[in-house]
């Protein structure tokens, strides 16, 4: 079994940042991580993703403004949002897959205009 534990929501006017950790309970030395977000009645999107040799890959409304990055020897994986806009607004979860899918909590980010 394995335990995601995110931090670093919470509320911030737009054009401000927040940094996220995820914070796992197993090696993530050969797993490729993700943050996705959601809103209330839409999917979950993904909105990064880091492989384990770092290579990065982000959906398009946040190139340039997010980096993802991981610190293996912490089991923890970052995801630093800025020139944040009200529609980054929603619930952001990491994800990374052992033998299984494997979510965290979700944290809390609000973007006020």
């Known amino acids: 079994q394995v335990q995601l534990v995110e931090s670093g929501g919470g509320l911030v006017q737009a054009g401000g940042s927040l940094r996220l950790s995820c914070a796992a309970s197993l090696s993530i030395v050969s797993i490729t991580m993700d943050w996705y977000r959601q809103t209330p009645g839409k999917q979950r999107e993904l909105v990064a993703t880091i492989l384990s040799g770092g290579r990065t890959n982000y959906a398009d409304s946040v190139k340039g403004r997010f980096t993802i990055s991981r610190d293996n020897a912490k089991k923890t994986v970052y995801l630093q949002m800025n020139s944040l806009k009200p529609e980054d607004t929603a619930v952001y979860y990491c994800?990374?897959?052992?033998?299984?899918?494997?979510w965290g909590q979700g944290t809390q980010v609000t973007v006020s205009s």
């Open positions: 994800h990374g897959r052992w033998s299984y899918d494997y």
